[in-house]
């Protein structure tokens, strides 16, 4: 069974700090999604991640992946107010549509 | 507005009554998610449809759960008999999938979620 993990599980931070939340999952994967919640809210999609190497970036947020790792990581860059929300990573894998989502980490930046 | 929407937005009922959701996707999206989002995790996977055929379910859908899409556009879930385990965050989700010559195919595949419907059962 796919188990799909991330850490840390909530992260306090001041704004203008960088900091990195990793995701780690089970099995081969051909895709790895990040998306963002805001409380109360859907689930935005922030990135999509083909490839081994594949990187995105995005404002402050920039993910990576790295497959044979079976990691990926969302690096915040000089964080500021309004990235508060949780974050998730997501993994699909081979033919079954489903994705497999981590515990989700929940972003507090601080003024 | 054209995202995914979800209705009603937030039920209440007592154990053992039934309830039923509905979900209506992106137009153009030939696939249609369910999931269950608890307090504090992350959302799991109840099902999915491709048009109207139900192609797969998790073993979280008990039999007190049934899903539809009768034409392949809205779709609805329905709880049979509540219980108080079942109050969570139920999501909606569709994907362009295979199907439309637009699109790239990461564009294709990203799954849009709906607001959600949130359960609680007294």
């Avoid at chain 2, 039923?20 to 995790?41: A, K």
Wanted: glycine share 8%; charged share 20%; aromatic share 10%.
């Amino acid at each position: 069974e796919l188990k799909v993990e991330q850490n840390p599980l909530f992260l306090s931070m001041q704004e203008g700090k960088n900091y990195t939340i990793y995701c780690n999952y089970s099995t081969t994967s051909d895709r790895l999604y990040w998306y963002r919640q805001d409380p109360g809210k859907s689930l935005e999609s922030l990135f999509v991640l083909l490839s081994n190497g594949a990187v995105k970036q995005e404002g402050r947020l920039m993910a990576s992946l790295d497959t044979k790792a079976r990691l990926s990581t969302l690096h915040i860059t000089a964080a500021v107010h309004d990235l508060s929300a949780t974050y998730f990573c997501a993994v699909h894998t081979g033919t079954a549509s489903k994705l497999t989502f981590g515990t989700g980490t929940r972003l507090q930046v601080t003024l | 507005d054209t995202g995914v929407s979800q209705d009603p937005r937030h039920k209440i009922t007592k154990r053992g009554q039934n309830v039923t959701f509905r979900c209506d996707p992106i137009s153009e999206h030939n696939r249609l998610y369910w999931y269950r989002q608890t307090l504090g995790q992350g959302p799991e996977f109840l099902t999915y449809f491709q048009n109207e055929a139900q192609l797969e379910k998790s073993r979280l859908l008990s039999d007190r759960f049934s899903a539809e899409r009768p034409k392949g556009s809205f779709s609805t879930l329905e709880i049979q008999r509540t219980e108080q385990g079942d109050s969570a965050m139920y999501l909606c989700a569709s994907s362009l999938g295979t199907g439309g010559r637009r699109g790239s195919l990461l564009a294709k595949n990203i799954q849009y979620f709906g607001a959600g419907t949130r359960l609680s059962v007294l």
